[in-house]
């Protein structure tokens, strides 16, 4: 089970900070990854951390201003959000693979979301 929290409503160039916590399975050597879909629009990848120690991937939307990170002590996977615009206002979800090379797409864990919204 994953839960991801840390959405709210912020200003445009403001940052938040996105939680997930994982529960009932250990993604530590997995793979963990963000989304966003925002109304009438196909969900996105953001950003995702796999393997040992923790290789990074990140859609160019997000490169440079988001940062995904994880303590696998805390079974969790943390979003730093920089420089958020409005257009970026969506749910957020948090998802997770036991195989580190799971596509983000087949990821078989999937949380609710958060919801973040950005004023302009």
């Known amino acids: 089970q994953l839960q991801a929290s840390g959405g709210g409503l912020v200003q445009a160039g403001d940052s938040l900070r996105l939680s997930c916590v994982a529960s009932g399975r250990n993604f530590g050597s997995g793979a963990m990854g963000w989304f966003r879909q925002a109304p009438g629009k196909e969900r996105e990848f953001l950003a995702a951390?796999?393997?040992?120690?923790?290789?990074?991937y990140y859609a160019d939307s997000v490169k440079g201003r988001f940062t995904i990170s994880r303590d696998n002590a805390k079974n969790t996977v943390y979003l730093q959000m920089n420089s958020l615009k409005p257009e970026e206002t969506a749910i957020y979800y948090c998802a997770a693979d036991l195989d580190p090379q799971s596509c983000w797409s087949t990821y078989e864990f999937w949380g609710r979301g958060t919801q973040v919204t950005v004023s302009s």
């Open positions: 951390i796999a393997g040992i120690p923790g290789r990074t």
